[in-house]
């Protein structure tokens, strides 16, 4: 098999970068550096599929206190309902006894 080599013209400061690689070879510093490449964007998708699933986690968490949002909310409508009503019956209470105590009283007085 025949190998079929490319020549790579590469900036200045690339060159540079990759001589401050250790290796006694342009070869095995280019690829020392390649490799560190590799190890990084490797370390980079794994930061962000973390930070991915951090934002759905949030999100979910969003989700949630927009619905305990919604149940307070209704529980709140219920709760003034239900004073409405218990205003309602103390009302009653307080007209029911005071037409208990004028028919006492008029019942006392025609004795």
Known sequence: MATQVKTLRLPEDVVETIND????TFTEKFVAAARLLGRDREELQQQLQNMEQEKQRKLLYLADLGKITRKKENIQ?????????????????????DATSTLVADSSHSK
């Not at 690689?21 to 006694?24: A, N, V």
């Not at 409508?77 to 006894?97: A, G, H, N, P, Y």
């Open 21 to 24: 690689f250790p290796g006694s």
């Open 77 to 97: 409508c219920t709760l003034d309902e239900i004073f409405w009503k218990m205003s309602e019956v103390q009302r009653m209470c307080k007209t029911v006894q």
